[in-house]
């Protein structure tokens, strides 16, 4: 039930962020998971990803962007740019990213 924008944006949501937890917090050689939730609440889809790696907050990744380069994180850049509402939580070790569209 998503519109051609939503669901562009929730697909590299979820590549982009998934891509980087994986490249990022599995590098430690440990276990580790990625749990993955679509829901669709008061007419927009909320993109909510938890994972046990180490932390990894995409908004201080964007505060460590530079400004000159076009390129430099340009994934997080267009889903924080697009989406209603971007948060990251921290806690007991674990991460939780919610993304709004």
Sequence with gaps: GA????TMLIALTVEEMAGNIVDYGFSDGKKHS???RLVKKDG??????????????????????????PVSNIGIRMISG???????????RINHLIVRV
């Design 82 to 92: 697009m989406a209603k509402e971007f948060r990251y939580v921290n806690t007991m």
């Design 34 to 36: 990625i749990e993955l």
């Design 44 to 69: 927009d889809f909320v993109v909510s990803i938890r994972d046990n790696c180490r932390a990894f907050n995409p908004k201080k990744q964007l505060e460590l962007t530079n400004p000159d380069d």
């Design 3 to 6: 519109d051609r924008r939503r």
